[in-house]
């Protein structure tokens, strides 16, 4: 997929002040200071797109992004760890929730993961409310330009066989850099492959 444009649409304080849901959606969501802004941009091309901070928890509402005027992509708040009171982090588990089982055009999440930690209860977590709440996702694994060679295949490995403890099949997996834009390709095409598959379906979202 060539990305010919990219431009923001909204923020949105809770899910139904969301645009209209006319066209595909992929949604990002990871753990605060997973890298999740830092991949919108390199996928966009834009290194300004999504903001980026170094701090974690910065992304506190639902963006929108239009691209190529036909699918949005949306970045949510990250779940954990945020420098948040309590019951500001049960608002955004809320509103995350709310979006992820009501946003009726919402085709795949893609659920970051930092490929420099062995695996983590938080995640594990999401991922398995993920599977119970009938919601397709996929598994990026984020900043493994941060490791050694092999480091990275190892965490891949041990996520997927903490995964198949519970799970029968694992989801799509990719492994990313958004420095290098390792990766990055692959989603591009899965989210091109997919739209066209609806398109060919003639698959609405808003009736």
């Not at 970045?75 to 588990?93: I, Q, T």
């Not at 997996?173 to 990055?184: D, F, H, L, N």
Request: glycine share 4%; hydrophobic share 35%; proline share 4%.
């Amino acid at each position: 997929m060539v990305i010919k444009t990219a431009e923001f649409v909204k923020s949105s304080q809770k899910w139904q002040d969301c645009p209209e849901p006319t066209m595909a959606e992929y949604a990002f969501i990871g753990r605060s200071n997973v890298g999740k802004s830092s991949l919108i941009n390199a996928m966009m091309n834009h290194k300004d797109l999504a903001k980026t901070s170094q701090t974690p928890g910065k992304t506190q509402l639902i963006n929108h992004f239009l691209v190529n005027e036909n699918w949005f992509l949306t970045d949510l708040p990250g779940y954990g760890y945020a420098k948040v009171s309590k019951s500001l982090r049960k608002d955004f588990e809320k509103l995350i929730t709310n979006y992820i089982l009501n946003r009726q055009n919402l085709v795949n999440l893609f659920v970051l993961i930092d490929s420099r930690l062995t695996p983590q209860k938080i995640d594990l977590e999401f991922m398995q409310w993920c599977g119970e709440s009938n919601v397709p996702f996929s598994i990026v694994f984020t900043k493994v330009d941060k490791l050694k060679p092999g480091a990275a295949d190892r965490n891949v490995e041990a996520y997927k066989k903490e995964l198949l403890n519970t799970w029968e099949d694992l989801p799509e997996i990719y492994v990313t850099s958004a420095e290098k834009k390792t990766g990055t390709d692959n989603i591009l095409k899965f989210i091109s492959e997919t739209n066209q598959f609806l398109i060919k379906n003639k698959v609405r979202f808003d009736d």
